[in-house]
C-alpha cells in the first residue's frame, strides 16, 4: 500500500439521529426530558403512569382513605378554637369570639395545674422510660445462649399486647392496700407501703407502669441497630484488648447514635401526651389533682364540660408547640452533625 493511500483521513463518525420531538400520527406533541447521562427519553404522561402501577396505587388506597379522613379532614374542626362552639348549632352557625379560648387557656388555674403535671410525667418518661429499651437492647446483645436470649424476649415483649385496663388493674392488685406487696410485709411484720392513692408516687407509678408495658417492645429497632454494625469492629476492639464496657461506649453506642437521635426527636413531638388511657384510668384513684393531664383536661372540659372552644384551643396550642419542639430538635442535630428526621 502506497504512503498516499495511507495518508488519507478517515471518514467522520455519522453522529446518533436526534430522537423525534412529535410522533409521526396524530399531531400530538410529546415532552422530551434530559436523563441524567444526557440522553434524551421520552416522559409518559401521568395518568399512564398510574395505570401502569394500578395494583400498587390500589393498595396504598385504603391507607389514604383512612388518612383523608380520619386526620386530614378533622383538621377543620380546628375552627371551633375561634368559636364559642356548640354542637347543636355546628361549625357555621356557632358564634365566633376571635382570640378568647386563647386568652382562657393562659389564666385557667386549672389547665396550669395539668401543663405542670404532664411536663413532669414526660420528663420522667424521656429520662427513665425513653433509654431502658437501649439497657435491654445492650443486656440481650451480650447474652451468648440463643435459647436464653429467644426465652428473655418473649417475656418482655408480652406485655405491650396487653390493655392499660388490665395493666391498671395487675398493678393495683400488686400494689394496693390489699395487694399481694403489702400481704407479704404483713406476713413478715412489716410496715405497709400506701402507693396506690398516694398523689405522691403517681408519677413514680406511671412511669415504671410504661417501662414495664413497652421497654421489650421499644428493644426492637435498637436490637436491629446493634445488628448491622459491622462484627469487624468489635474484632479489632477485641485484639486491641479493649473490654465489654470499651466495646459498647466507643462501638456499640455510636453505631446507636442516629437512631437514638431519631426516636428522641420523634418523642420530643409528644412530650405534651403522656397517655391518655392510662391517666384516665387512675384518676379516681389519685385524685384529679395530681393525675389531671392535658389530654384528660380536653377530655373532661370539652366533652363531659361543654366548654369546646377552650378544649380546642387547648389542643391546638399542644399540637403546635409539638410541632415545634420537632422542628427545634431536628435542626439542632443537625447543627451537632446528625442526620435528624427531614
Same mark, same amino acid.
Given at each position: ?113 395539668? +401543663?405542670? /403535671?404532664?411536663?413532669? *410525667?414526660?420528663? #420522667?418518661? @424521656? ?7 437501649? =439497657? &435491654? ?46 400481704? +407479704?410485709? /404483713?406476713?413478715?411484720? *412489716?410496715?405497709? #407501703?400506701? @402507693? ?7 408519677? =413514680? &407509678? ?46 456499640? +453506642? ?7 437521635? #431519631? ?80
Amino acid at each position: 500500500m502506497s504512503n498516499r493511500s495511507r495518508s488519507l483521513p478517515l471518514d467522520p463518525p455519522t453522529p446518533p439521529a436526534e430522537p423525534p420531538t412529535e410522533p409521526p400520527r396524530g399531531g400530538r406533541k410529546i415532552k422530551i426530558t434530559e436523563a441524567l447521562d444526557g440522553r434524551k427519553v421520552r416522559r409518559v404522561p401521568l395518568l399512564k403512569r398510574i395505570w401502569r402501577e394500578r395494583w400498587m396505587y390500589l393498595l396504598i388506597f385504603p391507607g389514604f382513605v383512612y388518612f383523608v379522613l380520619f386526620q386530614y379532614l378533622p383538621l377543620g374542626g380546628n375552627a371551633a378554637a375561634w368559636q364559642d362552639y356548640s354542637p347543636f348549632l355546628g361549625l357555621s352557625k356557632s358564634l365566633w369570639v376571635g382570640w378568647e379560648n386563647f386568652e382562657r387557656i393562659f389564666v385557667d388555674p386549672e389547665l396550669i395545674d395539668a +401543663l405542670w /403535671n404532664t411536663l413532669l *410525667l414526660s420528663a #420522667l418518661q @424521656i429520662v427513665f422510660a425513653f433509654p431502658a429499651p437501649i =439497657a &435491654l437492647a445492650l443486656l440481650l446483645t451480650s447474652i451468648l445462649s440463643d435459647r436464653v436470649k429467644r426465652s428473655i424476649q418473649m417475656i418482655v415483649y408480652l406485655p405491650h399486647f396487653i390493655g392499660w385496663v388490665i395493666v391498671v388493674s395487675i398493678w393495683n392488685e400488686m400494689l394496693g392496700p390489699l395487694g399481694v406487696m403489702n400481704s +407479704l410485709f /404483713n406476713a413478715f411484720g *412489716l410496715p405497709k #407501703l400506701d @402507693i396506690i392513692g398516694n398523689p405522691d408516687w403517681f408519677p =413514680a &407509678l406511671v412511669t415504671l407502669q410504661v417501662i414495664w408495658k413497652e421497654v421489650g417492645w421499644g428493644t426492637i429497632i435498637f436490637l436491629a441497630a446493634i445488628l448491622n454494625i459491622p462484627q469487624e469492629r468489635y474484632e479489632s476492639a477485641a485484639l486491641d484488648r479493649a473490654g465489654p464496657w470499651r466495646r459498647i461506649w466507643h462501638i456499640t +453506642l455510636p453505631g446507636m447514635a442516629s437512631i437514638i437521635v #431519631l426516636l428522641l426527636i420523634l418523642r420530643l413531638g409528644s412530650v405534651l401526651s403522656v397517655g391518655f388511657e392510662q391517666i384516665l384510668l387512675q384518676q379516681p384513684i389519685f385524685g384529679a389533682d395530681a393525675a389531671q393531664t392535658l389530654d384528660t383536661f380536653v377530655y373532661f372540659r370539652g366533652i363531659n364540660g361543654g366548654d369546646w372552644g377552650l378544649a380546642t384551643a387547648a389542643g391546638l396550642v399542644k399540637g403546635l408547640i409539638g410541632t415545634i419542639l420537632v422542628l427545634g430538635a431536628n435542626k439542632l442535630a443537625k447543627v451537632f452533625g446528625g442526620e435528624g428526621v427531614f
